[in-house]
């Protein structure tokens, strides 16, 4: 994003400055709760997230200059403790974890990971169900021949940058042992929290919190609701080859082993690769 030095008087809230700046970010991977995370952490009345909650800044979406990132989050007030930007591609795109540090060093990051094969064919269901196809050819392909072409074009590689809807780009956002290094390689791990999508699917009785609870209550000092929680309905999973998911696991198997490593957490066991 352009405009550096307006960004770093801060966001002007009320008519007032407020030295305060975008201090909390939410980096996916997409379909992984972050939707969810986003509305339980906004209803807290301690987090301030805009409208549409994915503003895409940081060079995804070029237009949007520095000055017009600021302007998303002018409703922010002093009651908030946190002006929260949650864009889960933020997760895959290796540019954005330095942007965000030059932005401001100060930030708090939260990623959200899922089992990685299901996580691209959730993206995949729900791109098909709510995507117009003409704006990518991957989009017509049954999920066979889609896992087949994203396959295809990784091994090509490069992949064309910012191609949304293509089966490769889906994938990366499952590399998740390298897309997390270079956000632990910006910033303390302090101030890092990895929350784990099926640990919310976990039943937990009322007397005792679940692991999302305790992590956000250490991490942000503010207590959620999962009662907010909205995305509860489960993705009908397409049928694909054994073959195949055999191959996408194989492939995100050495990421999986990464990630593990970097939050201290036996992430192979828990999805079994």
């Known amino acids: 994003m352009s405009d550096q030095n307006t960004a770093r008087q801060g966001l002007r809230t009320r008519g007032i400055q407020d030295a305060r700046r975008v201090n909390l970010f939410g980096v996916g991977a997409p379909r992984t709760a972050t939707t969810s995370l986003a509305k339980m952490l906004a209803a807290t009345g301690q987090v301030f997230v805009p409208d549409g909650k994915e503003v895409n800044g940081f060079g995804i979406t070029p237009e949007l200059t520095q000055t017009l990132y600021d302007l998303r989050f002018a409703g922010a007030r002093g009651q908030h403790r946190y002006i929260a930007d949650f864009s889960p591609v933020y997760l895959s795109d290796a540019q954005v974890p330095s942007s965000i540090r030059s932005y401001n060093p100060d930030a708090m990051i939260i990623a ?3 089992e990685p094969v299901a996580r691209v064919l959730s993206q995949y269901t729900h791109m098909r169900q709510t995507k117009d196809p003409s704006l990518d050819i991957d989009l017509r392909l049954d999920v066979n021949a889609y896992i087949r072409k994203g396959l295809s074009d990784l091994r090509a590689g ?4 910012y191609r949304w809807y293509s089966a490769a780009l889906n994938m990366t956002h499952s590399f998740y042992g390298r897309n997390l290094e270079r956000y632990f390689g910006c910033f303390p791990r302090k101030r890092i929290l990895v929350l784990v999508y099926e640990d919310l699917l976990q039943p937990r009785g009322f007397w005792r919190r679940g692991r999302w609870e305790r992590g956000l209550r250490s991490f942000l000092g503010v207590a959620i609701d999962r009662r907010v ?6 993705d009908e999973p397409p049928t694909v080859e054994p073959e195949l998911i055999a191959e996408l696991r194989a492939l995100f198997a050495p990421d999986v082993k990464i990630a593990g490593r970097l939050i201290g957490r036996d992430l192979s066991a828990l999805w079994g690769y």
Not at 158 to 161: A, D, K, R, S, T
């Open 158 to 161: 490069p992949l064309e940058p």
């Open 229 to 234: 929680w909205e995305n509860q309905v489960a």
């Open 112 to 114: 959200t990971l899922r």
